[in-house]
Each structure stands twice: as C-alpha cells, then as structure tokens.
C-alpha cells in the first residue's frame, strides 16, 4: 500500500494488516505515530488527521494534555492521592503526562497515549479523539 506522504507500507502478519510506524521527535523524546488502515487504502479522515499531528505537533499535545486534565483531575485528588500527597491544580497534573504515542484509526479516530508521571502509579492515560477533532474521553490502561 502506498501512502502520499510517507510511501510504502507492507502488509503486518503480525498486526494483522497494514501498519505506518513513525517516530517523530518531540520535546526531545521519540514519540511513535501509528496509522492503522483497515484496508489496503487509507482513508482520507486517517491521512488528514496525520496531517494534523504533524503540522503542529505541540499545540495537539497541549490541548489534548488539558482536555485529559479537565477529565481526570477530580479522580486523581479525590481516589488516587499517594499518603501525604497534596491535591494537584490542573498545571501540576497536566505537567506530568509525557506522550508516549499516537494512534490513527481507519476512520479519522486518534488515541494518544500518555505515561502518567506517576499520577496514577504508572498506568497509562489513554485520550480518545474523534473523526470530527472531538475529545470524547480520557480513561487508564494497565
């Protein structure tokens, strides 16, 4: 399969279908960018997201960081406070998730993906963000 942009993809056993793996050099740390075709063709809603990551990179990651904040604050201060800790402001939350990877799905969808800085013992925080560039939710992994 040939992706504009990025070239040939082959076709992943493993994964079971086509795969596009990208690190992509942010803050200074390697950040994988996957877009998952479910077919041979990539959907234009897959390829305008990538577009979008990577033309801002930066801004996506603070916008998704404080959507995630917004979400998940209450429940860390309120369950997840560690003996002795303090409750966090939405800046000290935020400031500790690091993006570890993006996932694009067939139809447009992104998960990003972020280690927690020990927020909530060191699960990942997945973000979910729609076709339509719409936060929908933000939960833990693992």
Wanted: hydrophobic share 40%.
């Amino acid at each position: 399969m040939d992706i504009p942009g990025i070239g040939r993809v082959p076709y992943s056993p493993i994964e079971e279908g086509y795969m596009v793996r990208l690190n992509i050099n942010f803050k200074g740390n390697p950040v994988e960018l996957l877009i998952r075709p479910d077919t041979q063709e990539v959907n234009t809603k897959a390829l305008e997201m990538a577009e979008l990551i990577l033309g801002d990179p930066l801004k996506l990651d603070a916008e998704v960081r404080e959507m995630v904040g917004w979400r998940m604050l209450e429940i860390k201060n309120g369950v997840w406070l560690k003996p002795g800790e303090s409750p966090l402001t939405q800046a000290d939350f935020v400031s500790r998730l690091q993006l570890e990877s993006i996932e694009i799905q067939e139809e447009g969808s992104v998960n990003f993906y972020y280690a927690d800085g020990g927020l909530f013992w060191d699960h990942v925080v997945i973000a979910e963000i729609g076709s339509d560039r719409r936060f929908r939710d933000a939960y833990l992994y693992g």
